[in-house]
């Protein structure tokens, strides 16, 4: 691994050395080839999928989840909760997409105990969002804090595009509501945008053994940001009453299934001179009730607090054939179980020595301008994961390597890399959702290559991806719907996909 490490830092300062080639112009031309956005660049960051505001009117779009049904090979799934989980496995665990990161602008929606904001964020409407991008197969380390195999960002809107204010009203024939309103305002050198929303969401009923199971859900949010050249600041709160759909019952017929969620994000980020330097905070409650007609299920409730503290310094250094970034990055996760009840009987809950996971990272990626039509890119990355009160400790060091070739109409991308992944905070320790929980569980490793073309004509795009995934030490359950150790349970699995 150190040897590894070793070449690719030495073949990132190489790429120094060389100056025949402007990277900016280079990503410019590929930024044309691929229908990027007005506002961002594909950069060789992975395998993108990009809807401006006009994509998002056309095709309907009004929710993360309706851009997650149509990105293959993502597809969309939701859990026995009727939460958006992409990657469950239709056990009772609450959250297994930990690996897909949701960003508003530059800044990261984190979720202490499940890994990933997406868990609260797929359902919520969209209309404050100005454009997305959907980065796959192990996108650029620039952003995220923690191991990612797919990256969404959401990008608000500004005063300067959407100046003023408006309000909108609408239903569907399952009789849901929504109310929202946006404002945006410039004012000396600083712009302001606030969106408010209530939404009553209603969805089909499902009987199920005698019960009727819903996932109706009941949201108020607020998204606002204050921006000044190159300093922002950003709010995202979210209250929402959810039903829970099959939730834990045995039979999939719960007599009653609520999960209430309190949500707050607030970050600040800003850019000095080749410096970038991000500062946030995630702070969510969660309280489940479930009672059931099976006698040694008749009442589940739990209630958990989780607090997430972020930081980053990164440095950017472009010279004429290169565009370097490296940085340092640190994340502490503090959660508690204040309440739990399973099966009817009281279960421990955190002292005040509250349970805490901390990520440390480092990397590093360099793109490099090999022709005036070609890119090439290295990068690395160390990551230290702790826990307090448990043996799962981590050292994982990942690598990912790209080229992007532009000819013509075409675009040829190519990306190997190598992910590993450890357990998110609400499995460690849990003898609820793992077979040995005192056990250390070795991190999942993701070996891919992807193959991405893309042929554009007028306004037409083709597009074909090629895939082939090796996987080791993945999660698998037993018998009784837990996840055994890796080692135990010797599985490697491939798959190739396109």
Known sequence: MKKLLS???????????????DIDNMLNDIEKKTDLSEKTKLANSGVSFIYTRDDMDRMQIHSLKDILKSIYPIGYNENRYGVADPFSQGTNH????????????????????????LSIMADLGIQWVDHMEVY??????EYSTESTLILIKLYTKSAKKDDGGS????????????????????FDKWQYFS??????????????????????????????????ENHNILLLAKAQKNDGFLDISLDGSPETSTIDVDFIHLGYDTKV?????????????????????NSSLYRNETETTSEVFTGEFKYNLKTTKNNIITGVKYRAKKYSYDKSILNNAPRPTTNDNDDLQTISTIFFENQYSLENNSIITVGSLYSIVKNNHSVQDDNMFMYRLGHTYTIEN?????????????????????????????????????NSIVENIIYQYDNNKYELILGYTISKNHL??????????????NQLEKSFYS
Do not use: W
């Open 136 to 141: 796959t197969r192990s996108p650029t380390y």
């Open 7 to 21: 070449t690719i830092v030495l073949l990132g300062t190489m790429f120094i050395q060389a100056d025949d080639f």
């Open 167 to 186: 309000v909108g009203i609408s239903s569907d024939s399952y009789g849901s509501l929504n109310l929202n309103t946006h404002h945006s305002k410039e």
């Open 195 to 228: 969106f408010l929303e209530h939404s009553d969401k209603k969805r089909k009923k499902y009987k199920s053994n005698g019960s009727e199971v819903s996932r109706d859900n009941n949201t108020n949010l607020v998204v606002a940001t204050l921006n000044k």
């Open 476 to 489: 698998i359950k037993d018998v009784n719907n837990k996840y055994n150790v890796p080692s135990k349970s």
């Open 94 to 117: 609450p959250f297994m997409s930990s690996l897909i990161k949701v960003f508003i602008d530059n800044q990261e929606i984190s979720v202490g105990l499940y890994g990933s904001g």
């Open 410 to 446: 075409f675009t040829f991308k190519t990306i190997g890399s190598h992910t590993k992944t450890t357990l998110d905070p609400y499995l460690i320790n849990s003898d609820t959702f793992l077979a040995t929980p005192t056990e250390y569980y070795e991190p999942e490793e993701i």
């Open 273 to 293: 001179d080749d410096f970038l330097y991000l500062l946030s905070y995630d702070y969510m409650n969660m309280k489940t009730l479930m009672t059931d007609n």
